[in-house]
């Protein structure tokens, strides 16, 4: 767990299940990879200051640091939705994928750090028979938006901000390949995390990036390659 980027008490830690409920059968009844997964929970009434939601991200901050961000172009992961976490937030209340990175961007050379954060839509198939099950795996270049956060996310930066507009994939890695810095952006750390916005209580497996898939088991990360 990234504490640094932790608000509140939250919830994530390796562990073994979930599987799905007792009408579930099949691969979506159990992890995609293993028996384990990452348990994610955060609270959205817990915090005594102004804003009471939790926030949390689990991650490395050493592997990918100064990797390029043009590198990546496979993303994603598999998730554990149950109908809690729908009737908490809609059925896009999920987790979410964030990069810290420099941005580097000719337009801002003084905005050293934004994060890149990924956005999935509803998991398939369509709720409610998606509910209290794991997904197939959600590919982040192609489904949801991106944003970035702080200057970089702005119409001076990449104009792909929080609030709106949004981006596709394809248009943020666009933005952020501005063609005038000798520098390009990097990456200074990759996460997995939830909040500050609804309640919720699920699982990820199955982290891809680029060629590696991180396969969460109650006893460790195992890198798994992609051929």
């Known amino acids: 767990m990234i504490t640094r980027n932790t608000i509140g008490s939250p919830v994530a830690d390796l562990r073994d299940g979930p599987y799905g ?38 991650g ?57 954060v990924w956005v999935p839509a509803a998991v398939s198939p369509a709720f409610p028979a998606s ?13 949801g ?17 929080e609030s709106l ?3 596709t994939w394809a248009q943020i890695k666009t933005a952020l390949d501005d063609g005038g810095s000798s520098a390009r952006p990097t990456i200074l750390s990759a996460a997995v995390g939830k909040g500050r916005d609804n309640a919720w209580v699920g699982a990820v497996d199955g982290l891809r990036i680029n060629r590696t898939i991180y396969d969460f088991e109650a006893n460790g990360v195992t890198a798994r390659r992609v051929n």
Do not use: M
Request: net charge negative; with cysteine; charged share 15%.
């Open 131 to 143: 509910e209290n099950q794991w997904s197939p795996y959600i590919d982040a270049t192609q489904n």
């Open 60 to 116: 490395n901050e050493v592997d990918f640091y100064g990797d390029p961000v043009l590198g990546l172009t496979n993303v994603g992961f598999h998730v554990f939705q149950t109908n809690e976490n729908v009737l908490a937030g809609g059925v896009d209340n999920l987790p979410n994928i964030r990069f810290e990175i420099d941005p580097n961007l000719t337009s801002l050379p003084g905005t050293n750090y934004s994060t890149l």
């Open 145 to 161: 938006y991106w944003y970035l956060t702080g200057a970089a996310g702005g119409l001076s930066g990449t104009n792909c901000s």
């Open 165 to 167: 507009p949004h981006c």
């Open 21 to 58: 409920s007792y009408d579930k059968t099949g691969p979506s009844a159990r992890p995609p990879y293993g028996t384990g997964s990452l348990g994610i929970e955060v609270a959205d009434e817990s915090q005594a200051s102004s804003d009471h939601r939790e926030k949390v991200d689990f």
